[in-house]
């Protein structure tokens, strides 16, 4: 971007401290935006300046729950992305407020600011009849979405992975823990787990126009992957040996529901329902080019990144060479 003829863009990000949140701060301010930051808890936020330099990068307090703060952060924006979302409940923080409600909330705060786009990440597996209330309130939340910003661009990314992610990350803690490995419905659900720096530069690439105005995006990887080979490829990289056990769908519900009465449980009845469908890229998106592909992207292999990070779930951390313990 040429600074000496156009004043800096301004792009406002909801969620922008978090895991995906700051891969995407970091791939805006490479391209020259002044970034606004729009989190709950804007004290919390102090470790994305390093990102850009001095005063490209600021935080600013907003609140889904509350939306004039919401049409404070979006005023003057040029383009906004909503990146808030949760994977299970607790305290005020409900599917129905965050992921239902909450982009119909930021749509409209974009729309009224006179943004010229908006960028809504969702989740692959989003459905209107899924019986999971996490993947029902994230369809819910890209039909308001849409309803209120028609252009929108909808992101609907597989499994991320990337330095802290909380997917081979939780499944490496829970190999460290565990004596045995639970494979929920038997192991079968399938994943296509895509790299965060993936994610931050197709949303980049949609708030630069290259994506179809009201179109749904979904991301993957290069590969496919069942429960079962995550967790093998978890263990072969981390140097244990664990049981992997299939647990029927029917018992996986009532330990889910038994455990999710429990702050931080490591599964609920929702994530069950949950693993009852594949999160992949589907064969319509492939066809109509609504991929990582179709924006230009290469995906990044899992196999790539993931070794960088999950050497310290082995014995003796960077030391230790990957093999059966």
């Known amino acids: 971007m040429d600074s000496s003829n156009h004043a800096p863009r301004l792009a406002t990000i909801f969620g922008g401290s978090g895991f995906v949140g700051r891969h995407v701060v970091r791939a805006l301010v490479k391209q020259g935006w002044r970034v ?16 850009g330099h001095v005063g490209q990068i600021h935080a600013f307090q907003a609140n889904l729950r ?8 979006a005023q003057g924006a040029d383009v906004v992305v909503n990146l808030v979302g949760i994977m299970t409940e607790s305290g005020r923080q409900r599917y129905q407020s965050v992921q239902a409600e909450g982009p119909r909330v930021v749509a409209r705060a974009a729309a009224a600011a006179g943004a010229k786009q908006f960028v809504h990440v969702s989740a692959l597996g989003a459905a209107a009849d899924s019986p999971s209330h996490y993947a029902e309130s994230k369809a819910r939340g890209e039909a308001a979405a849409l309803a209120a910003f028609p252009s929108a661009v909808i992101m609907r990314p597989s499994a991320i992975f990337g330095q802290e992610d909380k997917f081979f990350n939780q499944f490496a803690m829970l190999a460290r823990m565990l004596p045995v490995l639970p494979l929920i419905g038997g192991g079968e659900t399938r994943f296509q787990p895509v790299y ?25 990887g290069p590969r496919v992957m069942s429960l079962e080979e995550i967790f093998a490829y978890v263990l072969a990289t981390t140097g244990r040996s664990r049981p992997l056990v299939r647990v029927p ?44 592909a179709g924006l230009g992207l290469p995906a990044t292999a899992v196999e790539s990144v993931v070794p960088e990070y999950l050497w310290r779930f082995r014995r003796t951390g960077q030391f230790a060479a990957p093999s059966a313990t």
């Not at 606004?36 to 990102?51: I, N, S, Y």
């Not at 965060?196 to 105005?213: K, R, S, Y």
């Not at 069950?272 to 589907?282: A, F, G, P, Q, W």
Request: hydrophobic share 50%; aromatic share 4%.
């Open 36 to 51: 606004r930051v729009a989190v709950r808890r804007p004290d919390l936020a102090g470790h994305l300046q390093p990102l």
């Open 66 to 73: 509350y939306p004039r703060s919401v049409e404070a952060a």
């Open 196 to 220: 965060v720096g993936d994610v931050a530069a197709a949303i980049a690439l949609a708030l630069e126009g290259h994506a179809t105005p009201g179109a749904t995006y979904e991301l993957g």
């Open 249 to 292: 769908f029917a018992l996986a519900e009532v330990l889910g529901t038994a455990l999710g009465m429990v702050p931080g449980a490591p599964l609920t009845r929702d994530q069950v329902e949950l693993l009852k469908r594949d999160s992949i890229v589907s064969a319509a998106a492939e066809t109509e080019a609504r991929t990582l």
